[in-house]
């Protein structure tokens, strides 16, 4: 055998940029429990808060962010689950 069969498939690496923390990038956007509006953003639509890695937050803005959709939910501000419309 040769050693271009033996060869690995070699994958390509992709590069992904790396994402910016949004309330670090603009200071005049603040976390705040009675916003939902900006709350909602960091919601799956079933009611799930997304993790740090998939919206890029830093670890001190994740967690005034976590602290904040549980203080709106609490309130009834946001949902804690989404309703089901197919019943």
Same mark, same amino acid.
């Given at each position: 055998?040769?050693?271009?069969?033996?060869?690995?498939? *070699?994958?390509?690496?992709?590069? $992904? $940029?790396? *994402?910016?923390? $949004?309330?670090?990038?603009?200071? =005049? @956007? +603040?976390?705040?429990?009675?916003?939902?509006? +900006?709350?909602?953003?960091? +919601?799956?639509?079933?009611? *799930?808060? @997304?993790?740090?890695?998939? =919206?890029?937050?830093?670890? *001190?803005?994740?967690?005034?962010?976590?602290?904040?959709?549980?203080?709106? $939910?609490?309130?009834?501000?946001?949902?804690?689950?989404?309703?089901? =419309?197919?019943?």
């Amino acid at each position: 055998m040769t050693q271009e069969r033996m060869a690995p498939n *070699k994958r390509k690496r992709l590069f $992904r $940029r790396r *994402k910016i923390c $949004r309330f670090c990038a603009d200071t =005049s @956007i +603040t976390i705040d429990y009675k916003d939902p509006r +900006t709350l909602r953003f960091f +919601t799956t639509e079933r009611g *799930k808060i @997304i993790p740090r890695r998939v =919206s890029g937050n830093c670890a *001190k803005h994740q967690r005034k962010l976590t602290t904040a959709i549980k203080r709106a $939910r609490t309130i009834a501000l946001m949902p804690y689950a989404a309703t089901l =419309s197919h019943y």
